[in-house]
């Protein structure tokens, strides 16, 4: 019988397997070895793709047939995917505010965008009694703050606005000196974007800018976005208008400053060419770009906001913005008060942003005087009185000549107007009405009086009048600045409207003593004037109201002292014409020719 060989065979099974341990031993050394050097020695990180290229595949979309990674995860495992376009490289984490202070302002920087979030002037305060907010923050979400940037591609310009920038620092104070801000934003599509903010403190309300934009090298030339400006927008209805605009579009060009009514805006959207300054402002507050003479594009935009408190309230701004050729480097700003040596140190220029009217000339020496008498007061509405005394007896003289040149034409009155009357009847081109003329010039020089030399005197002093009166009209100096008692704000209306009253009684007081020449008629409508202008001042500024009335107390004891120096006035011989004879009309005579005939 053939032999199985399967005694045979046995050392051969026993061969086979140590082999298949020996194998097995190999295989689980080789995964060792293997694992270990992978967790010794990570493979580098993959080099990011150019922009444009495919992004690889993550592990969510990979395909089904990939091999799930076997082994526990080490720190260094796998390399993430390369970023995709649009994708922050140089960024902040989240949006953030930083926080910039100077000895006058108190200001909130933003990531998002790198903006502009909160100017407060610190000098100057709002209704409750904190520093003054020039940035409006009653505007819908999604308006542009100021120093947002935008190209004409609407994509990276949605980017810039929405970009949480890098900041050079989280807070800044600036004291003396000065100090930048600046802010930082790249991403993987090539867009790099930078801000740098410029501060002195020597001039705390104005900021130097420079921006930079480029998408894969290619430099972008920005528009600067300041959004709607300044303030509020919510402006109280005043009797004096003129002392509460809203605010408005201003720019200065070719030696003259030009503002825009709201109603007008459209119309006026665009201004460019050399500007000396242009942006937005109101009564007392500024904020403008100051490109010197530079070439420079701006746009207006009126933006009306409706808001819930008080009911049916609007609040409207001025959307505007700012374009340079080429982007803007040091490009100066100016965000504060319209106060005259302020803008002046900034560039000579500003000081136009003030509306001193037709008398600008003699406005700007009557406010230095102004400051220069509280340097020493130390109140404002002790230094208008003060002031306006000072004024009326430098004018004085003139007053008092004009007084007495009055009081004598007074007293010639009847006279004059018994010669005018002898020749009432007469047609002025009829040759004898010349000799009516003859007659009163030869009583003018008889009495040594001349006509003009009433009106004249007056004349000259109507300059000082009126510079003083627009100058206390515009003067932030008396914006939040106390009197006494009750009055605690010169630039609005007494609260309990007793300087007005207070105005119109001297003013009545005054024109019933001062010497005219007016017909009966028209003195009794001079006596409704006083009334007239009480109600006119009721609503205008305390200051204002306070000069007013210190002029008439001037006026009244100058009438006084001029009556007792020429004494008192001299009856006239001659008759009125109003007593002439007259018939009545069933031939008998009037009461009063009968009186004239006994």
């Not at 953030?96 to 933003?110: G, H, P, Y």
């Not at 934003?185 to 740098?196: F, M």
């Not at 480029?214 to 209805?237: D, K």
């Not at 109600?535 to 008439?552: C, D, E, H, Q, R």
Request: with cysteine.
């Amino acid at each position: 019988m053939a032999s199985t060989g399967f005694p045979q065979d046995a050392p051969d099974l026993d061969k086979y397997s140590s082999m298949e341990k020996r194998v097995l031993l190999a295989v689980a050394l080789s995964f060792a070895v293997l694992y270990g050097y992978q967790a010794l020695f990570p493979p580098p990180a993959p080099v990011d793709k150019p922009a444009g290229s495919s992004a690889p595949q993550s592990p969510a979309t990979a395909p089904d047939s990939a091999e799930p990674a076997t082994g526990p995860t080490s720190p260094a495992s796998p390399p993430q995917a390369a970023p995709v376009a649009g994708t922050p490289v140089v960024a902040d984490a989240a949006d953030r505010d930083i926080t910039f202070e100077n000895q006058s302002v108190l200001a909130v920087f933003t990531t998002r965008g790198g903006a502009l979030k909160s100017w407060r002037l610190k000098k100057y305060q709002d209704a409750a009694r904190e520093p003054l907010e020039l940035v409006p923050h009653t505007v819908p979400p999604g308006t542009p703050r100021p120093f947002t940037l935008s190209v004409p591609d609407a994509a990276i310009s949605a980017t810039l606005a929405q970009a949480l920038f890098k900041p050079s620092a989280d807070t800044l104070q600036v004291t003396s000196g000065s100090a930048t801000l600046a802010f930082d934003y790249q991403d993987a599509s090539g867009l790099t974007a930078r801000k740098e903010f410029l501060f002195t403190a020597d001039s705390p309300y104005v900021i130097d800018f420079s921006a930079s934009v480029s998408q894969s090298g290619q430099e972008l030339v920005p528009t600067i976005q300041w959004g709607p400006g300044i303030g509020s927008g919510v402006v109280t209805a005043s009797a004096m208008g003129t002392y509460s605009p809203p605010s408005q579009p201003i720019f200065y060009r070719d030696g003259s400053v030009s503002r825009i009514a709201a109603s007008d805006v459209s119309e006026n959207a665009v201004q460019e060419g050399a500007i000396g300054f242009a942006g937005v402002d109101d009564h007392y507050f500024l904020a403008v770009a100051v490109p010197g003479g530079r070439l420079m594009r701006v746009e207006y935009r009126a933006l009306d906001v409706p808001l819930d408190s008080p009911a049916g309230t609007v609040a409207h701004f001025i959307n505007w913005s700012a374009r340079y050729t080429p982007a803007p480097s040091k490009a100066r700003f100016f965000l504060g008060p319209k106060d005259f040596d302020v803008l002046a140190a900034v560039d000579r220029d500003l000081v136009r942003s003030i509306h001193f009217g037709y008398f600008a000339w003699l406005v700007v020496p009557l406010l230095r005087a102004l400051k220069w008498v509280d340097s020493y007061v130390g109140n404002y509405g002790w230094s208008i009185i003060l002031l306006t005394i000072l004024i009326n007896v430098a004018m004085f003289p003139l007053r008092h000549k004009s007084v007495v040149s009055m009081r004598r034409m007074q007293e010639i009155q009847p006279e004059v107007k018994a010669i005018q009357g002898r020749y009432a009847n007469l047609k002025m081109t009829d040759p004898s009405k010349q000799k009516m003329n003859t007659e009163l010039m030869s009583l003018y020089r008889e009495r040594g009086v001349n006509p003009a030399s009433g009106c004249v005197p007056m004349l000259l002093t109507l300059p000082v009048l009126f510079a003083f009166y627009s100058m206390l009209s515009v003067a932030i100096e008396l914006r939040g600045a106390p009197f006494a008692g009750w009055i605690h704000d010169l630039s609005v209306h007494d609260p309990l409207f007793i300087t007005p009253v207070l105005m119109g009684i001297t003013q009545f007081v005054q024109t019933k003593m001062t010497p005219t020449t007016a017909d009966p008629m028209q003195q009794k409508m001079m006596m409704f004037m006083p009334l007239v202008m009480m109600s006119f001042f009721l609503w205008a500024p305390s200051g204002l109201v306070l000069y007013w009335t210190t002029s008439n107390l001037w006026a009244i004891g100058q009438q006084v002292l001029t009556n007792r120096l020429i004494g008192p006035t001299k009856p006239s011989g001659a008759r009125p014409p109003a007593e002439r004879r007259v018939k009545n009309v069933g031939g008998g005579k009037t009461d009063q020719a009968l009186k004239e005939r006994k």
